[in-house]
């Protein structure tokens, strides 16, 4: 999987929008971008993914610039529930094997009440 | 549906000893995977299974093995405990590889002294 590259830790006020980016700039036309969160003693979880177009879901939105090197997770009201590990992945087009995600360190998020 | 269960939660063992960590998942998914993550770091691959009676090996996967006999089940066993598996180790399972997401389990804490 390509490399990919984030904050080290982002700060938020509880009931704002949160913008998490994440920069792939070696990301080949096969790749999808996967994000997903760890809460504190609990594993990994999905949050979403996209190929090229801007995707929403019940938990984030996830932005995907044009040239497809960087992205952003949109989370649109935070809530302290929503602290968390949040990891950028990048992940392949099915085509045999089954490799696993490829974790980087991720953003530690912090969101102050 | 009780999605990735694993079994036990926590476990001490000494040097040497040995144990099977217990990943069973009710979503009928062929792929299922075998991480450990490190305080403060992501997950690394261990081993993964894309059926029944197939697996192999992921990034680090040295002093671990690993069966397949059911789609339910993948356990790991730790033959010889060594310090440096002192870790947390994560079961999760998949429909597929690539833009499939993947389910994980709530980790088994282990340290070995």
């Known amino acids: 999987d390509a490399k990919t590259t984030q904050p080290n830790s982002m700060e938020s006020n509880e009931e704002e929008p949160v913008h998490l980016p994440c920069n792939h700039s070696?990301?080949?036309?096969?790749?999808?971008i996967h994000w997903y969160r760890q809460l504190p003693s609990q594993g990994p979880e999905y949050v979403i993914h996209?190929?090229?177009s801007n995707v929403n879901n019940r938990m984030a939105s996830l932005a995907i610039a044009e040239d497809r090197k960087s992205s952003t997770l949109i989370l649109h009201r935070a809530t302290l529930r929503d602290a968390a590990v949040y990891y950028c992945?990048?992940?392949?087009?099915?085509?045999?094997?089954?490799?696993?995600?490829?974790f980087g360190k991720g953003t530690h998020l912090i969101i102050q009440p | 549906n009780a999605g990735v269960t694993q079994t036990p939660k926590f476990r001490i063992l000494k040097i040497g000893q040995s144990m099977t960590l217990q990943c069973t998942q009710d979503?009928?998914?062929?792929?299922m995977y075998w991480y450990r993550q490190d305080p403060g770091m992501g997950l690394k691959l261990i081993y993964y299974?894309?059926?029944?009676?197939?697996?192999d090996k992921g990034e680090v996967p040295n002093g671990y093995n690993v069966s397949r006999s059911t789609t339910e089940d993948f356990p790991l066993r730790l033959e010889l405990a060594a310090p440096s598996q002192t870790s947390v180790y994560f079961c999760?399972?998949?429909?597929?590889?690539?833009?499939?997401?993947?389910?994980f389990g709530p980790g088994t804490r282990l340290t070995v002294t």
């Open positions: 999760a399972s998949s429909y597929g590889a690539g833009s499939y997401e993947q389910y």
């Open positions: 070696t990301i080949s036309g096969t790749d999808y």
């Open positions: 996209g190929l090229t």
């Open positions: 992945i990048l992940r392949v087009l099915p085509g045999g094997g089954a490799d696993g995600l490829t």
């Open positions: 979503m009928n998914h062929n792929y």
């Open positions: 299974s894309v059926g029944a009676g197939i697996t």
